[in-house]
T-cell receptor, first 113, second 114 residues
Framework: DVKVTQSSRYLVKRTGEKVFLECVQDMDHENMFWYRQDPGLGLRLIYFSYDVKMKEKGDIPEGYSVSREKKERFSLILESASTNQTSMYLC????????????FGSGTRLTVV | SQQGEEDPQALSIQEGENATMNCSYKTSINNLQWYRQNSGRGLVHLILIRSNEREKHSGRLRVTLDTSKKSSSLLITASRAADTASYFCATQTGGGGGADGLTFGKGTHLIIQP
């Protein structure tokens, strides 16, 4: 069964820490995405990547960076975690063929204290 | 920026009834997609309808798209308790091989009463 795997379901970090959220897909998809989901705000796109070492800013990239060194792995980095980055983070991937939807991971619920 | 907006925000119906959710969007799209999210989990892709399509079916799901009104509807027929979830519409403005993120609405929370 094809899947997108996020390394942690729950994470608690302290303010100021550098945080890495990892996402791995086994579908050989070119495109990968990071979203955050907050009550009342829905899903918002942070960053996406359409190829290895390529990245594009989404709607809310401030405070985040990403890394895509291998096709199957897309990492989201919080350079210095803050309490307003407490959220559910969702990774997704899809192939270049736009006829198919995205495959999402199960999400990482990050709490910054 | 928010593109899709679902209506209603919440819907509670009896098992066996049909559930209809609506989505409106603002700009021209390449396709529109519907996703389901069970509580605290990731999203699951349900159906994709392209801008040149007007209606699409998948099992108990029926999606319509009216590009002149910039709106879509998702109909779930003969609802089941397992259909309880949040449903999101998402629009894609680019197409082909380019990568561009989907823009999601805030979702409709559907509750099926047994």
């Amino acid at each position: 069964d094809v899947k997108v795997t996020q390394s942690s379901r729950y994470l608690v970090k302290r303010t100021g820490e550098k945080v890495f959220l990892e996402c791995v897909q086994d579908m050989d998809h070119e495109n990968m995405f990071w979203y955050r989901q907050d009550p009342g705000l829905g899903l918002r796109l942070i960053y996406f990547s359409y190829d290895v070492k390529m990245k594009e800013k989404g709607d809310i990239p401030e405070g985040y960076s990403v890394s895509r060194e291998k096709k199957e792995r897309f990492s989201l980095i919080l350079e210095s975690a803050s309490t307003n980055q407490t959220s559910m983070y969702l990774c997704a991937s899809r192939s270049h063929d736009s006829l198919y939807g995205y495959t999402f991971g199960s999400g990482t619920r990050l709490t910054v204290v | 920026s928010q593109q899709g907006e679902e209506d209603p925000q919440a819907l509670s119906i009896q098992e066996g009834e049909n559930a209809t959710m609506n989505c409106s969007y603002k700009t021209s799209i390449n396709n529109l997609q519907w996703y389901r999210q069970n509580s605290g989990r990731g999203l699951v892709h349900l159906i994709l309808i392209r801008s040149n399509e007007r209606e699409k079916h998948s099992g108990r799901l029926r999606v319509t798209l009216d590009t002149s009104k910039k709106s879509s509807s998702l109909l779930i027929t003969a609802s089941r308790a397992a259909d309880t979830a949040s449903y999101f519409c998402a629009t894609q403005t680019g197409g082909g091989g380019g990568a561009d993120g989907l823009t999601f609405g805030k979702g409709t929370h559907l509750i099926i009463q047994p």
